[in-house]
């Protein structure tokens, strides 16, 4: 008997009972439908809080803490003394951070809340952050830059709009932020470059002691982009950083005594972050790696995928269960056919293949159905998440997508229990007697 035949035959047995083969076909499409539409939700939804991380310089990056270095996923929490794990963070410290291969740029940096900040007779009575970085150093690398240029899609753009950054000389040398001179109400970047910034704070880390506010004044050399992340607060030299911090923690030299609060590095590339992590590692340092918790989040996208598929596959199953309910009744109804067939030469392959071919249409059918039905699902989700997170003023908008591997690997799956569970109604068929065939 040829291929063409037997599907022939397998064709016609199922357009006889056409509700029959209409129902089990669903309980395929339901399967199949589950699986397709929870797997696209769950990888979509990766794909977009994953891709803001990948289009930034989040994954290069790295934090180094003023702490002893200790795992934390082997360490008793419950016993953490964090007074213990003070680990300073000194000049020595990022001179040797600085030599480590594979760093691209490296920001060590003391930061201090102040009260008022006040500049060409304008203030800002608002808590303030003011941050200074070791000798000075530039705090936008070129990943940064470039980044922002990306995600703004202009390649012009640059950090310092008017003046200049910061330089190790700068003993007094003050940076603001674009979005910090508007809240002041300036405008006139260009003319704001070397007028004086008086910057007073009046609160210490002991709120028993009242003492006399300290203002220190500092010279105003360069504005930042309101595009780049430090474009709120004032970045000021590390000397008139280290006054304000000094007064607040009642010591005489804040940085001498307790050091930086942090190293920010970037890598030059991914895959220098696992190198530069042990590095750090040996010096005896904590540090987090923003690549782990995006790996440690992927793995956490996966699992919940592999839960949601997991539902649609139980459906499945149980779909395959009615397809055996099916073909048994269909090998009842046909016993005497198959009778006649044996009687006339048909082996027991050819038997078999007839019934295991009908099984193979119905989870074809069933798998094409629960694809359209996915389709149908995705666009309506899509829609009624991108109109809820428009009714918050969020402009991002979800694409959910199916991917075509899921796709694919789904119908063929689908295909796969539909034959499995042939396999026993025709195998049954096959065995049958001839003469009791026809004698039934």
């Known amino acids: 008997m040829k291929f ?33 539409t929870l797997v696209s939700l769950g990888t979509s939804g990766e794909k977009m809080a994953m891709g803001k991380v990948e289009d930034s310089t989040s994954l290069k ?8 270095y200790f795992d934390p996923e082997n360490t008793d929490m419950s016993s953490f003394n964090q007074d213990d794990m003070y680990k300073k963070i ?9 030599k480590i291969p594979g760093i691209e740029n490296v920001t060590t940096s003391i930061i201090i809340n102040v009260d008022n900040i006040k500049i060409d007779g304008k203030e800002n ?109 004032i970045m000021a030299s590390i000397e008139l950083t280290n006054k304000i911090k000094s007064y607040y923690t009642f010591q005489d030299d804040y940085l001498k005594s307790n050091g930086y609060e942090s190293i920010v590095i970037i890598a030059k590339n991914t ?16 540090y987090v790696s923003y690549q782990d ?24 199953f149980v779909a395959a269960i009615g397809i055996v309910n099916t073909m048994t009744m269909v090998i009842y109804e046909r016993t005497k056919s198959i009778g006649i067939m044996k009687s006339m030469g048909a082996n027991r392959g050819e038997i078999r293949s007839i019934f295991i071919l009908q099984a193979g249409i119905m989870g074809v059918l069933g798998g094409v159905i629960g694809l359209i039905f996915s389709f149908i699902n995705v666009k309506i989700v899509q829609l009624g998440l991108n109109a809820y997170l428009r009714s918050r003023n969020i402009k991002e908008s979800l694409d959910i997508v199916m991917p075509y591997w899921l796709v694919i690997g789904t119908l063929a799956f689908s295909i796969f229990i539909a034959v499995l569970a042939g396999m026993y109604p025709s195998g ?12 039934s």
């Open 125 to 233: 009575k608002n808590v303030n952050q003011v941050m200074g970085s070791y000798n000075n150093d530039n705090s936008f690398s070129e990943s940064t830059i470039k980044s922002v240029r990306k995600n703004n899609k202009n390649d012009k753009l640059v950090p310092i709009i008017a003046g200049r950054n910061l330089k190790s000389s700068d003993k007094d040398g003050v940076v603001v932020g674009q979005k910090f001179l508007k809240a002041m109400g300036i405008t006139d970047y260009k003319a704001v470059v070397g007028k004086e910034i008086d910057i007073t704070e009046s609160k210490t880390e002991n709120q028993n002691i009242t003492v006399a506010p300290l203002t220190v004044k500092g010279k105003v050399i360069g504005v930042i982009s309101d595009k780049f992340e430090a474009d709120n607060q």
């Open 4 to 36: 063409k035949d037997g599907l022939r035959m397998a064709g016609r047995d199922l357009t006889r009972r056409k509700g029959r083969t209409f129902w089990t076909s669903l309980a395929i499409a339901v399967g199949t439908m589950l699986v397709v």
């Open 90 to 98: 000194d000049d020595t410290t990022v001179k040797k951070v600085k």
């Open 271 to 286: 895959e220098n972050t696992l190198s530069i992590g042990k590095s750090i590692k040996n010096m005896g340092y904590y």
């Open 61 to 68: 990056l790295i934090n180094v803490m003023n702490e002893k």
């Open 293 to 316: 918790i995006v790996k440690r989040s992927q793995n956490s996208y996966k699992i919940m995928e592999a839960i949601l598929a997991v539902l649609g596959l139980i459906v499945l």
């Open 428 to 439: 049954k068929a096959s065995r049958m007697d001839p003469v009791d065939a026809l004698n």
